[in-house]
């Protein structure tokens, strides 16, 4: 009988050693568990980090190369502004050419007027004179009205290439992530269907809500997040209000 009660004292105890044994390893892992979660949220915001960084990046290569195509037409522009500006007096001034024969014409019928009237030379002297003066003014009156016109168009050329600008920087993506509900992989998906800008997403009819639902696989996720309500106050400036209305967007839990 007492070999009996020791028995079953020693395996009581066995049982409270191993079930406490087994509750700190249980204890260990749910540790664990929540480390590697932790690690699991920790890569996906280093991910998302990554992807917009990268986006950022690619938009700055394109402003770059915006800036540096549009560096190349101002200086094509002044360049041929100042070709025009250098090119119109010589064309100005060559026109008065025929004026050579006549001042020759002129003399030679002075010559043969020279036996009964001397003064005849005289006074052609003075014309031929005048067409000269006339043609220098003809020449300088050009090129004031050339960089006249070179001065108007350069106005112009700014203007042109402003709107140029302003139409490339309209069509820029913008970061679709900052929605609650649209994470690196919906971004792609998003964007491999043509949508990149909170204009597009604030501008869906219902009948694109059912459309974009059914070919991402959603169920009703579009109007649950709000996804329209948030492109539209992101597409309008209006940072305050949407800060107000979604505090979460743009943290880890966002998706």
Not at 104 to 132: D, E, I, Q, R, Y
Not at 147 to 167: I, M, N, Q, V
């Amino acid at each position: 009988m007492g070999t009996f009660f020791y028995m079953l004292l020693a395996f009581l105890v066995g049982v409270l050693v191993g079930w406490f044994i087994w509750g700190r390893l249980r204890g260990e892992l749910d540790s664990l568990r929540g480390d590697l979660d932790r690690t699991r949220s920790e890569r996906d915001r280093l991910r998302a980090d990554s992807d917009r960084l990268t986006g950022e990046l690619d938009a700055c290569g394109r402003t770059r190369a915006d800036l540096e195509r549009r560096l190349a037409e101002a200086q094509a522009a002044r360049t041929g502004t100042a070709k025009a500006a250098i090119q119109a007096p010589t064309a100005l001034m060559s026109t008065p050419a025929p004026s050579k024969p006549a001042a020759a014409a002129s003399k030679t019928s002075a010559a043969k007027a020279s036996t009964p009237k001397a003064s005849a030379p005289k006074t052609s002297a003075p014309k031929a004179g005048a067409t000269k003066a006339g043609a220098s003014k003809a020449a300088t009156v050009g090129a004031a009205k050339t960089s006249a016109a070179a001065k108007k168009a350069a106005p112009a050329a700014k203007k042109a290439t402003a709107g140029r600008a302003t139409a490339a920087a309209a069509g820029k993506a913008n970061d679709l992530r900052r929605l609650i509900g649209i994470g690196p992989a919906n971004e792609k998906l998003l964007k491999g269907l043509g949508v990149t800008t909170y204009a597009q997403i604030a501008a869906w009819t219902a009948a694109d809500v059912v459309r974009i639902e059914k070919t991402l696989n959603f169920d009703g996720r579009i109007e649950r997040e709000r996804w329209i309500e948030q492109a539209k106050l992101l597409a309008a400036g209006d940072e305050t209000e949407f800060a107000r209305r979604f505090p979460t967007a743009g943290t880890a839990s966002n998706t």
